[in-house]
């Protein structure tokens, strides 16, 4: 008999995936809430280094998982949390966070420069001012937020073995990013994909408001975006995410949400190219807070996002500027976005 322990919080229990082998050659690393991950690292550094004390209050601007992953922390630690965020957030994550304890504060007023983002960040500076001794986690340009991913890293490595490619999403600059430094220490080798959605500023296209497809992809360059590291970018539209994400769940009944989906969509494809090799795709979160939405078939009709066919292949680009479609890719070579631009143009 095993010696099993229990964990000392559900936090604790679902910070790391589950490994699923999906071929011969993919791997698939399927969170319950990957955004645990840095969210717990960033507040137990903070801790470490005097930054976040009892009663600190942390404040955060994000319409995503990071907040619910701050939020479980925050009330399990006790620690008073505001989250800043725009109408781009769930009804149904919005009144989770506030169960937990939250304070959501949503700003509907584009700023002039930045939009809502901007905004965002503008009503961040007003909390700032109005508790001096805030914490604030800055996931964007936190160091800790990529180096959150060692303990992945080392679960990847001792299960699947030898790694010859990571794809990933790519939205905070965190996950891919980390994984894949801490995996190119022991695999030098190692492909990076990274995978994004058009109109995202992220590998080099102008900014578009209004994306469908979110939980990756972004309207400003975080910090933490380490474009020297990727060997390939691709671009996949919301239709095609979703019903990647539909294909994921009818092939391996795996119920993702669509960065999941759209990740599988580039790694299914990745791995057929390259029958002689590893690869490791990071599916992020669970589908249930998409219910409504990507496993509506109604919704899908109604929001015209329903393709007669999963595209088997991106359309290659010559410049990231100018990538369209349902799908494309370009090759990165490990270059920076400066590098990139200017050699494209």
Known sequence: MRNRHPDSSVVDAQALPRIIRLSENLYGAAFTLMKLLPARFMLDRAAAEGRLKPGTTV???????????????????????????????????????EELGAR??????????????????????????????????????????????????????ESVGQVDCLLGTVGSGGS??????????????????????????????PDQKGRLLRG??????????????IDEAHWVSAAAGFAATRALHREHALYMGPTSGTAYLVARWWAKQHPDKKAVVIF?????????????????????????????????????????????????????LQQVLEQAA
């Open 284 to 336: 992020p979160d669970e589908g249930y807070r998409y219910q409504d939405t990507v496993y509506n078939d109604a919704w899908l009709r109604e929001k015209d996002l329903v393709l007669d066919a999963l595209p088997q292949a991106p359309l290659v680009a010559d410049d990231p500027r100018t990538a369209t479609g349902h799908w494309a890719s370009f090759a990165w070579n490990r270059r920076t």
């Open 176 to 205: 891919v990013f980390g994984t894949g430094a801490y995996l190119r220490h022991l695999f030098p080798k190692m492909k990076v994909v990274g995978i994004d959605t058009f109109g995202s500023v992220l590998f080099g296209q």
């Open 59 to 97: 404040i955060e601007t994000t319409s995503g998982t990071l907040g619910l992953g701050l939020a479980m922390i925050c009330c399990l630690r006790r620690y008073p949390l505001i989250i800043v965020s725009d109408p781009a957030i769930e009804p149904p994550l919005q009144r989770r966070l």
């Open 104 to 157: 959501v504060e949503i700003v509907r007023t584009p700023a002039p420069t930045g939009g809502l983002q901007g905004a965002r960040l503008a009503r961040m500076a007003e909390l700032q001012a109005e508790y001096p001794e805030h914490f604030w986690p800055s996931q964007y340009a936190n160091p800790h937020n990529p180096a959150a991913y060692a303990p992945f890293a080392e679960l990847v490595a």
């Open 216 to 229: 990756l992809g972004n309207s400003i360059m975080p910090k933490n975006v380490d474009h020297p590291q």
